[in-house]
């Protein structure tokens, strides 16, 4: 984590209190009206796809492009798509993924973010704008009534999110990358740690998933 950076500091509190209060501000203005929800997911879906674009052109200038380690493969470049196409293409289907895996992915990037620069920097920028927007979005649709988790939907996602890692394996075991930690833990402390040597703590991660997305499929289970 870049040196400069407390953990739960007073910048790192403002950030989290921002992406605490904007979803509750934008589904109160979402609540409105058709019109009022129209342009809130419009702005939020061009403002996630500008961020991206913007992050990936940066990427290109300063890095040149990069294969096979460059690539967007991480699971969380799954969900910030996901929720784009939930916001432009109304996708319940993209949305319902994002829910589960955004929200336990994403949220804990935000709570304990591994930045690799300074926090005044711009790929820290980006790194709040990317996890931080993701929730943002994820429970504007929730909290305002654009969107809902149908039954089925935390196996649904959990199959998707399976499905993606099963080819972001694939393409590990012809490269040699370690895209998701599928192949090796991280070189830094992280709580795979504490999750068992290769091949159990994927098995670890996997019952922790089915036990988060349960939880957030709790609050519509009489629904």
Not at 127 to 134: D, K
Request: charged content about 10%; glycine content about 8%.
């Amino acid at each position: 984590m870049a040196a400069e950076f407390q953990l739960f500091g007073p910048a790192h509190l403002a950030i989290l209190a921002a992406i605490a209060a904007a979803p509750a501000g934008l589904a109160r203005w979402a609540r409105t009206g058709p019109e009022a929800a129209r342009k809130i997911k419009l702005g939020l879906g061009v403002f996630l796809l500008v961020n991206e674009g913007v992050w990936w052109a940066y990427r290109l200038r300063t890095e040149g492009f990069r294969f096979p380690d460059g690539l967007p493969l991480q699971l969380s470049d799954l969900v910030i798509w996901l929720t784009i196409i939930a916001l432009l293409a109304h996708s319940l289907f993209a949305f319902e993924v994002a829910y589960y895996a955004g929200l336990t992915t994403a949220a804990m990037a935000v709570l304990t973010p591994d930045l690799w620069a300074p926090l005044a920097s711009y790929p820290s920028a980006y790194f709040f704008l990317e996890h931080g927007g993701v929730v943002v979005a994820v429970l504007t649709l929730l909290l305002g009534g654009l969107a809902r988790p149908r039954p089925g939907s935390m196996w649904r996602a959990f199959a998707a999110a399976n499905l993606w890692a099963l080819a972001v394996g694939a393409f590990n075991t012809a490269f040699g990358t370690n895209y998701m930690y599928l192949c090796r833990k991280p070189a830094r402390a992280s709580l795979l740690d504490y999750l068992g040597p290769w091949p159990w703590y994927l098995v670890a991660s996997q019952a922790i998933a089915i036990a988060l997305f349960w939880l957030l499929w709790l609050p519509f289970r009489k629904r």
